[in-house]
């Protein structure tokens, strides 16, 4: 996937124009690439980052626990979903604000409670080394620019498609709206997901929007029909005539247009060849069918008729032995004749 320009299945009708400079149309469960632009120039995040958050969070923080509030949660830069000091919120409900609304005081409140942003960022950026994500460096939790900050329309649909492996950020995708509580006497309120093609586009899975200076508009979203997942990734777009959002849907159309039998132009690399898997420390661990069980042990019996020989050592050295004292037994009788002889004389 490292082609320039537009890569499209051949004899196939080229791709509705968007304005993103980069961009991706993905199979969520094969893996395939159905057709692309420029698939790993290197681009600015913006809050699609929050994905790669999200992901870290479902894996080390349990959704019960609760996080308090903080000043600086609260003055964080653009969009927040109104989270204040003293106010007590678990991980599910800043998991599905951050997911929903972009909240970027949602972003650095997970990040506190995964110790601290710079944990955060080392956790993150471990993470998309070990999915393969090679272009994606994550340098604010939340997607604002930062020094370094990159990421790739290869790289951001190797996420969502890792991402929407977890039941807990696929639902919270397709939520419209929760109930989120308030702080310091202020009254709870309700937070709606800003993305527009939810319940608008037939089969909509979910996804995410983003935008800041210097990344421009940035956008991730997924559909299913007939069976068929798949993932849209647009970066560095502008909203012009419409909705970056609304440019990712003509390329859905188009990707569940093209023949399910087309040649894939790339395949998505979930893992770098280094990355292992991790264990869940949620789960506890299956004891049941280990290489152990699935392999026949040795019998006592085979054990004791193995030598350093082989299964044949031990007769070997019982006819070994007989030999030495046969011919131990014929050197005493021989000294013994001379002795006699000796003796005459």
């Known amino acids: 996937m490292g082609e320039c320009g537009i890569v499209q299945p051949e004899e196939s009708d080229a791709p509705p124009p968007v304005t993103a400079a980069t961009w991706i149309i993905a199979d969520l469960d094969s893996g395939a ?6 698939p790993h120039a290197r681009e600015r995040p913006a809050s699609l980052i929050k994905v790669l958050l999200a992901i870290v969070v479902i894996r080390e ?3 019960e626990t609760v996080v308090e509030g903080t000043q600086e949660d609260a003055n964080q830069e653009g ?15 800043l998991l599905h604000a951050l997911v929903m609304r972009s909240g970027n005081d949602a972003a650095y409140a997970l990040a506190r409670a995964l110790g601290g942003t710079e944990v955060a960022l080392e ?38 498609r890792a991402a929407m492996g977890h039941e807990e950020f696929a639902a919270a995708a397709k939520t419209a709206r929760i109930d989120f509580p308030g702080y310091a006497g202020r009254p709870g309120f309700q937070v709606t997901n800003d993305n527009r093609l939810l319940g608008t586009y037939e089969g909509f899975l979910g996804g995410k929007t983003g935008f800041t200076d210097d990344s421009r508009h940035t956008y991730v979203g997924a559909a299913e029909r007939e069976g068929r997942r798949l993932v849209v990734v647009l970066l560095r777009g ?7 959002a ?14 399910r039998d087309a040649k894939p132009v790339g395949e998505l690399v979930t893992q770098s060849p280094e990355a292992q898997p991790k264990p869940n420390p949620n789960k506890q ?11 026949p042990a040795a019998s006592a ?15 070997l050295v019982i006819l070994a032995g007989i030999a030495v004292l046969a011919t131990m037994a014929m050197w005493l009788r021989r000294r013994r004749a001379r002795a006699a002889r000796a003796a005459r004389a």
């Open 301 to 315: 019996e085979t054990d004791t008729e193995r030598s350093a020989f082989g299964n044949v050592g031990l007769p």
């Open 246 to 259: 609304e440019q990712g849907a003509s390329l859905l159309d188009y990707g569940f247009g093209l023949a």
């Open 238 to 244: 502008e909203r012009e005539q419409e909705p970056l």
């Open 79 to 93: 969009t927040r979903v109104g989270i204040g000091p003293g106010g007590q919120y678990t991980v599910d409900q």
């Open 123 to 160: 956790k993150m950026n471990a993470l998309a080394k070990e999915l393969g994500a090679l272009d994606t460096r994550a340098a604010t939790p939340s997607g604002l620019d930062g020094p370094g900050m990159t990421t790739s329309a290869y790289d951001q649909s190797l996420i969502f």
């Open 285 to 295: 661990a299956d004891v049941t069918g280990t290489a152990a069980d699935s392999e």
């Open 33 to 38: 690439v159905l057709a692309a632009k420029d």
């Open 61 to 63: 923080l349990r959704p």
